[in-house]
């Protein structure tokens, strides 16, 4: 997951940068951090990641169009 990625899917899900770091159990300032294209430790990313994902983002590799993300169908 790069800086723009957790931005999109941030905003995708509607959340905001405090709410993010309370589902991923990192502080506010490490989300815009990350946002910023600072370097973080990869377990901090990942456990940012999966907040995301949880919260119902998915991550499109690097496929020639870029990286990407778009949240899930939930099938009812």
């Given amino acids: 997951m790069n800086a723009t990625q957790c931005k999109m899917a941030r905003v995708a899900t509607g959340l905001g940068v405090r709410e993010l770091a309370e589902k991923a159990n990192v502080s506010p300032n490490t989300i815009s951090r990350l946002e910023r294209g600072e370097d973080l430790k990869k377990s901090t990313i990942e456990a940012i990641r999966e907040a995301l994902e949880i919260s119902g ?13 778009r949240l899930k169908i939930v099938k009812t």
Avoid: K, L, T
């Fill in 57 to 69: 983002v998915e991550f499109i590799p690097e496929n020639g169009g870029g990286a990407g993300v």
